[in-house]
């Protein structure tokens, strides 16, 4: 364009930086940044936030602090996207504690706190293998007004699973009937797989046998995660 003699905007600056951070290109995305900048406009929270998820995908969490850190002191409020961007990004590369605050800062701001945000840390903790952690903060979002999602059983339960507390994780798939939820094909491949992990591969089967009641289709992945759970037991 300004070959040709014709000037970019501020638009046409941020249209470049989305594009860029698109192709996961973030370094060119600061680039035009620094051209904004240099231009004296002043980028707006959603073009802020598009280079704040592209470092967090990178999990360049340093860099994508500081950035919202940046935008606070220009006088920009980052709003709940922003932040939740910020808190997905801590939780995967192991820093569910660092993200508890941002949902605390979240909350003094203001933000409503959506159950995407709090389920990022009850993945996040569950990747740590700090299912006690995850089922705090669980517990937690009712209290704070939220309500519990499939999406958030289905994460605390593959959490409980992988750390072999299945007991556990069937008490919490317990209270998730009891909230009224349905359970997904995710759920009972969870449950399945957890029951196998401890060598009870007639238990899973049994709760195999729900799945049609509720109307839902086995999939692959069920049918090779009991298979696989009585050959390990030596049942063929």
Known sequence: MELRGVKHNVFTLIILINCFCHLNRVDFGFSVWGKILKRGFEPDVVTSTTLVNGLCIQGKMGEAVKLVDDMVARGHRPGAYTYSVVINGLCKVGKADVAVGYLEEMEKLGCVLDTVAYNSVIEGYCLQGKVDGAREIFDVMVSKGSTH????????????????????????????????????????????????????????????????????????????????????????
């Not at 959490?159 to 009937?177: H, N, P, S, T, W």
């Not at 997904?184 to 195999?208: D, E, M, S």
């Open 149 to 236: 999602d499939v999406c958030n059983y289905n994460t605390l339960l593959n959490g409980y699973c992988k750390m072999e507390r299945i007991d556990e994780a069937m008490q919490v798939f317990d209270e998730m009937l009891r909230e009224g939820l349905v359970p997904t094909v995710v759920t009972y491949n969870t449950l399945i797989k957890g029951l196998c992990l401890v060598g009870r591969p007639w238990a899973a089967h049994q709760l195999f046998g729900n799945i049609s009641t509720c109307g839902l289709t086995p999939t692959i992945i069920t049918y090779s995660t009991l298979i696989d759970g009585f050959c390990e037991q030596g049942n063929l």
